[in-house]
């Protein structure tokens, strides 16, 4: 996701090495931070919550939410509320690891045909049991092309139909094999809706006006718009006697100006955020909270954008991943929120199947700031002083900086950059249209991996459908072996194909990882127990961890 959506054999695929790998990629110059990311960063240790708190202050420092719709939610600021209203059949844990939530199981009777065992003796906050009709609904709401949900690209057309079989019980049926439609059932996609509530308000559901229907710990109570959002907690929650819940209501505000953030938390106006700007971490860290790195999917990355021009060019798109200055941007830009990545799905990403990710990671080589190499990649491109315009936008972390120190690695190395800075409205149509990117070669945009599975986010890059592939890349090879890991019902066969198809697209450099962002949160000096791990605080009730200290 700008996040960008809103914000995807071994004979045959030695010789496709030969063949796609022509040509530098990354430096293997030896830097500092070539032992860096060897591991998935682990979920920060926090202050005990160990007594009530009747309410925390939450800011939403990417500002105010669209909707509390489930089927339409889209970014950030959404989906740290939705989380706590809303359950989906999957639960993600902090560690990514999944559990069952409102689904108690499910089975794979073919290769495209699922059984989903729903939770019996589960309310909606109105009082009304929730039963499998509600369950098939949701699944066919939230996967119906006309609610625009993003939730549903990630399948790729993949899914067919939910039908009730029995009062808890629903069959899934699939267009063809998906190995992350289950995974993907811990995001909105599979978060669980009353049905009467939702046809009996139609478009006005999720919106300030109605809220939204839902079984989680927390229940909607208001929505001020330009102001606030408050929720409180839902005494007939399920799942109440494994989490004390100390925490009795929330208060969401919407404070968006850097500066105006900080002094909020710094005076104890507001309790805590996510994803806390680097300009304010200096001032934060001496402010008697707790200022943690949690893990994260996230990843700042340039993005060709493009069929035609430069961006086009492997050997340009090569040179510019020379022109970063790495360890640079993660120290100066970031101030230590940032870490450098060998890849576009990095630790954080891997979730099962460790061992085989990390012994392929551990074969790329670190990105260091090479000019001498970038220099001889542009004359190997065949275009004579390139000149390649890069989209940034007034609220990407450091694209300036960025830009500014590649522009003039640029010079030296024979290629011109430039720096086209555009408001939010301008950049977000970058996404849904071919026709406003055309005059960018690349897009420096924030994105990540949905799920901590690292084939859920090449699909969406690197597959010729994929609904991140602002480019069209299309190398047949990679779409060979991330639609034979789709496929597969082996975990570890399924790891090995996407790690094959990770080295192709890290040669080919169609999207060009810069750092990875950690989830970056404050909690006030009176505040404890939040376990800051991102995706799970968009999908996952991280407030019933919550409480005072």
Known sequence: MFRSRRLVLAPIVLAALAVAGCGASRSTVKSSVSNATLAPTAVPAV???TKPLSLLNWNLDFGEPLTMDSGKVVDYDDQFVLSNLCEPLEELLPSGKVVPDLATSIDQTSPTTYIIHVRQGVKFWNGQAMTATDVAFSLERQTNPSLGSYYILLLDGAFKSATATGPYTV???????????????????????????????????????????C????????????????????????????????????????????????????????????????????????????????????????????????????????????????????????????????????????GTQRSTYESAYRQLPAPVEDIATARKLVKESGIKHPVVDVATTTVSQGASELLDQMAQAGKQAGITIVNRVLSVGQFG??????????????????????????LEFYDQIALPTGGENYDSYDNPTVTKLLDQANSSTDASTRASLTVQAQKLITQDEPWIPVVAPYLATYLGKNVGGLQASEPYVMYSPWLIDVGAR
């Open 47 to 49: 202050p005990a919550a």
């Open 171 to 213: 069959k899934v049926q699939l267009t063809r094999p998906s190995s992350i439609f289950v995974p993907l059932l811990v995001t909105p996609l599979g978060m669980v809706v009353e049905k009467s509530f939702v046809q009996a308000h139609g478009s006005s559901y999720g919106t300030p006006q109605v809220g939204p229907m």
């Open 215 to 350: 079984t989680g710990p927390y229940k909607f109570v208001n929505w001020t718009p330009g102001q606030s959002i408050t929720i409180k907690r839902f005494p007939g929650w399920w799942n109440a006697a494994s989490h004390q819940r100390l925490t009795a209501a929330a208060k969401f505000v919407f404070i968006g100006d850097t500066n105006t953030s900080t002094e909020a938390l710094l005076t104890g106006e507001v309790d805590g955020e996510f994803l806390v700007p680097a300009p304010s971490v200096p001032r934060l860290r001496t402010a008697g909270g707790t200022l943690v790195n949690g893990p994260s999917t996230l990843i700042y990355a340039l993005t060709a954008g493009t069929t035609t021009g430069p961006a086009a060019n492997v050997k340009i798109r090569q040179a510019m991943a020379q022109l970063v200055d790495y360890a640079g941007v993660a120290s100066s830009q970031f101030l230590g929120t940032a870490e450098v990545v060998r890849a576009l799905s990095g630790p954080n990403t891997w």
């Open 429 to 454: 149509t970058l996404f849904t249209s071919a026709a406003a990117r055309k005059p960018y070669a690349f897009i420096y945009q924030e994105a990540g991996a949905d799920i901590p599975n690292p």
